[in-house]
């Protein structure tokens, strides 16, 4: 199933989206049952929004193998993880700004994983019972400040910097599933979560050794090779098989 959040006339909704066509819920899916209620709204008249507000933004580094080679690094024994400013996200069809032009600063497709339910010391049999579903995202990073600081969470904080949407899909296999970037139309980043290093369940085992995750919170899960600079003006589309595609824009 497909959840979708929107904004209409001012007043943001709840949803289910099928084809083109959004089912109103009765209410937040990321905080308990809803249910469908008689009202629908056309996906072409509706603003979508990141599809939740996670209080905690927690991303893996170099997790996939053929990004590790590509940066001449060895395999991480551990999902190598970091904190991101929640104030970050934004939605499909939203501008990512840059803060400078003088700095590269990269796009990063991701599947991105939703909490669903109270997460601490979670076992790996029982992990993806945790999880309410999966979205798209963009890790944007920008390389100068990741260098100079030694750590990643300035250089990947700014706002607008983590795009997130344009649905959380409940019905996925985080194992083996198609990713792929394009960038003005040309395809940048083309993989499958199959080249995770650390898989959706190892990560949210360790990470949930560390913090407890609250609903709504998102796990970034690293990027496949294929990274490069943004420019003003660029368009940007991450397609995930079975989500959809995230559309965003580098504002001029």
């Known amino acids: 199933m ?6 209409k006339e001012g007043t943001i909704y709840y949803g289910v989206l099928e084809s083109e066509t959004i089912t109103r819920l009765d209410g937040n899916y990321i905080e308990g049952p809803v249910q469908k209620i008689s009202a629908t709204d056309s996906l072409d008249e509706v ?3 990141a599809p939740t507000e ?29 904190m991101l400013s929640p104030t970050a996200v934004i939605g499909h069809n939203a501008g990512i700004t840059l803060p400078t032009e003088d700095h590269r600063i990269d796009y990063e497709a991701e599947l991105a994983v939703v909490i669903g339910k109270e997460a601490k010391d979670v076992t790996r049999e029982e992990a993806l019972s945790y999880v309410f579903g999966y979205t798209c995202g963009n890790d944007v990073s920008d390389r100068y400040l990741q260098k100079k600081d030694g750590q990643y969470t300035r250089a990947k904080s700014y706002a607008t910097f983590k ?33 995770l290093i650390h898989s959706v369940e190892e990560i949210l ?17 690293g990027t496949p ?26 504002n001029n």
Do not use: C, W
């Open 54 to 82: 996670p209080g905690q933004l927690i991303a893996i580094g170099l997790n996939y193998a053929l990004h590790a080679e590509e940066q001449g690094k060895p395999l991480p024994e551990e999902p190598m993880m970091f």
């Open 205 to 221: 085992v360790q990470v949930s050794k560390v913090m407890t995750l609250k609903p709504g919170d998102v796990l970034m899960t």
């Open 163 to 195: 795009p997130l949407g344009p649905v959380i899909e409940t019905d996925l296999d985080p194992s083996q599933t198609p990713i792929k970037l394009s960038l003005n139309g040309e395809v940048k980043q083309n993989s499958n979560t199959s080249d």
């Open 2 to 7: 497909k959840y979708i959040r929107y904004r």
């Open 47 to 49: 603003e979508v929004l």
């Open 225 to 250: 090779s294929g990274v490069g600079p943004l420019s003003p003006g660029d368009e940007l589309e991450i397609e995930i098989e079975g989500i959809g595609k995230l559309r965003n824009y580098v």
